[in-house]
């Protein structure tokens, strides 16, 4: 009968990475995405000139990579947890 360790390890350097920067990477785009909302609904004339078209390509590159950066953590803390429970199973 397999048991499921009673105790399990802390998450990687690597894991902590993946989530900091990710949730990092995604909170950056949301808020250059509602920058570029407001400064659109006032002028948008504006839009295209400054900084405001780099605001806005930070949430376009912003969200996929902060989605890959997220099914990455997924897949390396499934893999962890997968070898933690075949650990637990040889015991």
Do not use: C, K
Not at 49 to 57: A, D, H, Q, S, T
Not at 66 to 90: V, Y
Request: proline share 5%; hydrophobic share 55%.
């Amino acid at each position: 009968m397999a048991r499921m360790p009673t105790e399990s390890r802390p998450p990687s350097i690597l894991e902590r990475i993946l989530a900091y920067a990710s949730l990092a990477i995604i909170a950056t785009a949301l808020l250059s995405f509602f920058a570029t909302l407001i400064v659109g609904l006032n002028d948008r004339y504006a839009m295209a000139e400054g900084l405001w078209p780099f605001v806005y390509g930070i949430s376009l590159i912003g969200l996929p990579l902060g989605f890959i950066l997220l099914i990455a953590l997924l897949i390396i803390s499934q893999r962890r947890r997968r070898a933690e429970f075949r650990r637990g199973e040889r015991q």
